[in-house]
């Protein structure tokens, strides 16, 4: 009975040590960076805009993609939004 208890509690520290050693090398960020992400239109001189996805952290922008979403806007159109919110990224 004694080499028993003395198998199953070698079993039992042999599996807490491979779970510490196991869990050791994985370590946390110690912050997650904040981010956020928005949608912003991007127009050429022939009036086509297309918007893409912009994702920004704290050092500025961290990912741009395009959403596929694009439109023609006539001849005589003048974008509406405020110069700062065209020229912004982040």
Not at 54 to 78: Q, R, S
Request: negative net charge.
């Amino acid at each position: 009975m004694r080499k028993l208890s003395l198998f199953l509690f070698s079993i039992l520290l042999g599996v807490v040590l491979i779970f510490i050693i196991v869990n050791a090398n994985k370590t946390e960020p110690k912050h997650k960076v904040p981010t956020s992400t928005w949608t912003k239109a991007i127009c050429n001189e022939e009036n086509y805009c297309l918007d893409i996805q912009i994702t920004c952290g704290d050092n500025g922008v961290i990912d741009i993609k395009p959403t596929d979403e694009g439109a023609y806007f006539p001849e005589n159109w003048k974008d509406p939004r405020p110069v700062e919110m065209i020229e912004k990224w982040c």
